[in-house]
């Protein structure tokens, strides 16, 4: 079945209530015309009504004038005319021409059926009560002339009327939005890719609501991807300047051969390294790989990092503690935590003054661990601690010392999101502090 919010029940209930208002608006609208459409005119009653004062009078003279009345009255108003007393008699001296049915005599104010397809009789009093002018409804009275016309207007205008109203609540629930989406979709195919979904459409909570913020998610990364590779095409070109400038150098200096190919090798080693970062960090944004998660125990994985680290930099181990309790279990990948905690480390290590520490420290906080790496440097200013996140950022006044391409933070910043955590900077007072927020295994 839809969701509570799907756009299904709000189209079912478009649809439930316009069927219901038809069937309700045509039955009560079609009762109320043939209601008033049974009725007499005023003009028919006002003639009516002075038949029945001719004959009140002529009553008081007799049979004789009684039958001279009906013979004009029935070269006026073809159809049968009858004179009786309050018994059904007649009061002339002929019989009753419709005795069968004076028993079904309608008066002035009653609706006339249309069920019988002869015209009704009508009873109408005389001035003194004392009888009854019996005569057959004129076909030039007839109620129900414009009947048809009413019919039509209410089983074909109104429906029509109504479905018209229909489309138009449904355009508002469903066509405007996709309108709107469509203009999205034009403006990113134009390269816009500032353009997002009118707030109206992304705050609904229907399937076009999420399609919406589909879309608004889709431009955003786009942007953002494309942004990223512009930058990192920027920044790659100009890295790369360095080492070819000083390439060019060496081969304009004349230098002997091994000197020229140290200087080869090693400058072509800085730009595969940098290349290599670069297309892997562009990979990452692009792909967004969600690896398998598993345990992964935090202070083993320290152990071997702390080992490489100090077999490349020639640190003691002393100087890289963990205080970190060996149950410490996280969900998380493990190649990618620990490529994700070398950056981390290798960067500590870059920027630490001689004879400093780095450690891994942590503690729980709800069914998190909160991880942080701290070094002893100089540390980094609260307006940069963001920034140092960026491809390419190296704050060298703040944090002197190595030669990084300023791709590790950022590189170890999207791994560990991939496994669902996040990774940020604070000031440690002195040095910087390297904070991971990664869920808490529990067995």
Partial sequence: MPGRHSLFWRLAALLVAFCLLVIFLIGSWGRWIDQ??????DEARQVLRGYAGEAARVAREGPEAVDAFLRDLRSREPGAVDLVDENLQSLGSRPLI?????????????????RNPDLPLLSLPLADERGYLVIQLPERFRPWRYRVLYKAAVQYLIPAGLALLFCIGL???????L????E???ALHADNLEARVDPAVARRSDELGELGRAFDHMAGRLEDSLGLQRQLLRDLSHELRTPLSRLQVAGEAGLNGTELEERLLREVGV??????STLELAWMDTERPQPPLEPVAVASLWEILREDACFESGWNPRRLPCRLPPDCLVWGHLNSLARALENILRNAIRHSPEGGCVCLDGRIEDDHWLLWVEDQGPGVPESDLERI???FTRLNAARPGGDGFGLGLAIARRLVCQQGGRLWAEYGRPGLRMVLRLKMYTS
């Fill in 271 to 276: 730009m595969r390294a940098l290349i290599d």
């Fill in 98 to 114: 419709e005795s069968r049915r004076l028993t079904f005599l309608r008066g002035l104010e009653w609706p006339m059926s249309r």
């Fill in 36 to 41: 008033q459409t049974s009725y007499l005119s």
């Fill in 179 to 182: 309108a709107r989406l469509r």
């Fill in 184 to 186: 999205l979709a034009n």
């Fill in 389 to 391: 996140f960026q491809p």
């Fill in 171 to 177: 355009y508002r629930v469903l066509i405007a939005p």
